[in-house]
């Protein structure tokens, strides 16, 4: 009896764990990845500028056609992330060049004006910072990975410090100092549509909010 008890306790608590949006494909629970994108449409999120430049196909997500920011406007943490781990699948054509924002926040038009950005970037000549870096503040100057080739970028947020890694490898680990020009705050994500000739492709899209 007493250990039918504490088996039942212990499915009381993964159950009351596990609500509504906050269950994402894979696991939850207080540290679960949770699904941002369901692979069918582009609910929960909002485009900016160039609507047309965002479709979803077979699973995918593709960034192709003018710039264009896509944001994060669904139900998980309102929508409002500090500290956090996101990750996506990604996959560059020849020449592309994209990138993963975080503590941003909607924005009609032009790039983003708040957060930071985590590059996608294996090819594009006209700028030297490549897939991984933290835009403009460590930077990677040799693309970890290639175009035609799934890679998964996953960036960790954890007080101060910021962890960029792909397929696993950490190639960015930034904390801020005291006299930061741009601080690390919270807000929403956003994915990157640069211009008509970067297209892009985005799946199993997830995110961890952490304490």
């Known amino acids: 009896m007493r250990v039918l008890l504490i088996c039942l306790a212990t499915l009381s608590v993964a159950l009351t764990g596990c609500q509504g949006s906050q269950c994402g494909a894979k696991t939850c629970g207080g540290e679960s990845w949770i699904s941002l994108f ?3 449409t582009l609910n929960g999120w909002k485009p900016s500028e160039n609507v047309k430049s965002w479709s979803v196909k077979d699973g995918m997500l593709t960034a192709d056609g003018g710039r264009s920011h896509l944001f994060y406007a669904g139900s998980v943490n309102n929508a409002d992330f500090a500290n956090f781990e996101f ?3 990604v996959m560059t054509m020849p020449g592309a060049n994209s990138g993963l924002y975080f503590h941003t926040k909607y924005q ?3 790039w983003p004006g708040q957060g930071f950005e985590a590059q996608i970037n294996n090819t594009y000549k006209s700028d030297p910072r490549k897939t991984a870096s933290l ?3 460590q930077d990677v100057h040799v693309a970890p990975v290639e175009d035609n080739k799934w890679f998964t970028e ?9 962890i960029i890694k ?6 960015v680990d930034y904390t801020e100092p005291a006299d ?3 601080k690390l705050s919270h807000g929403t994500f956003a ?5 008509p000739k970067s297209k892009v492709y985005f799946k199993n899209i997830m995110v961890k909010p952490l304490p």
């Not at 996953?154 to 910021?162: E, L, W, Y």
């Not at 994915?191 to 211009?195: E, G, I, P, R, T």
């Open 38 to 40: 369901d692979g069918k």
């Open 87 to 89: 990750k996506a699948d």
């Open 108 to 110: 009609e038009s032009n």
């Open 135 to 137: 835009y403009s503040i």
């Open 154 to 162: 996953h960036i960790i947020v954890n007080g101060k410090r910021v």
């Open 166 to 171: 792909v397929n696993g490898v950490t190639l």
């Open 180 to 182: 930061a020009r741009r």
């Open 191 to 195: 994915l990157q549509c640069h211009d």
